[in-house]
Every structure is written in structure tokens, then in C-alpha cells.
């Protein structure tokens, strides 16, 4: 893959996404393919993200909320950015995710 490929090229889609009031319960099977998923609000906007270690932090184990252990605000992109910047970006944030949004931060990436 180039790094100056567009992510809107290499993404993966579509994507599994949660919300801040789903129990870690209920996505807790997806970790065992993923390690972390998008959170997002009724509009489909992205306000966070949750992953393996927000999972292993939360102090209600699997009743806890997906908003009471997401990471937030979430690092996003759009598509027109290029996989060198989406490096770049998680390195500095020290992220291994970085959803793809379109203009009104909905995840479709």
C-alpha cells in the first residue's frame, strides 16, 4: 500500500460501530476479531472510540457502558487524507484506529 494512497481507498467498510449506552457485554464477542470500535452518537457521528484496553480498565467489568470507558473525543479523518497523514496521526496520538468520517462526522471508514 502506497502511503500516499487516499483512505477513502484502502478503508475497510463497512464498519462495526457502537454506542454510549450499550453494555461492554454486548460487543464484547467483537473484540475477539477487532480491537476496537468506533462510538457514535444517534446521528451516526463519531464522539469516541473503544478498545481492548478501555474494556480491561472498566471498573463494572462488563456492565459497564461503552460511554463510561470510551476514549473521547475520538482522532478522526476524512477520506481525502492519505495513509502517511493517518500514520502520522497515530503515532502522535498514540492510537491504533483512526475511524474515516465524511462532513458531518458520521463514520463510514
Known amino acids: 500500500m502506497s502511503p500516499m494512497a487516499k483512505l477513502g481507498e484502502v478503508m475497510s467498510c463497512p464498519v462495526e460501530v457502537a454506542t454510549p449506552d450499550q453494555k461492554l ?3 464484547d464477542a467483537l473484540f ?4 476496537g470500535l468506533p462510538v457514535v452518537d444517534g446521528e451516526g457521528r463519531c464522539i469516541g472510540v473503544v478498545s481492548k484496553k478501555d474494556k480491561a480498565r472498566a471498573s463494572n467489568g462488563l456492565d459497564s457502558t461503552i460511554g463510561e470507558v470510551m476514549s473521547s473525543p475520538a482522532v478522526t479523518l476524512n477520506l481525502e487524507k492519505t495513509v502517511l497523514e493517518a500514520a502520522a496521526l497515530m503515532l502522535k496520538h498514540k492510537v491504533h484506529r483512526i475511524p474515516v468520517v465524511n462532513e458531518q462526522q458520521q463514520v463510514i471508514g
Do not use: K, Y
Not at 32 to 35: G, V
Open 32 to 35: 475477539a476479531t477487532q480491537s
Open 25 to 27: 457485554a454486548e460487543i
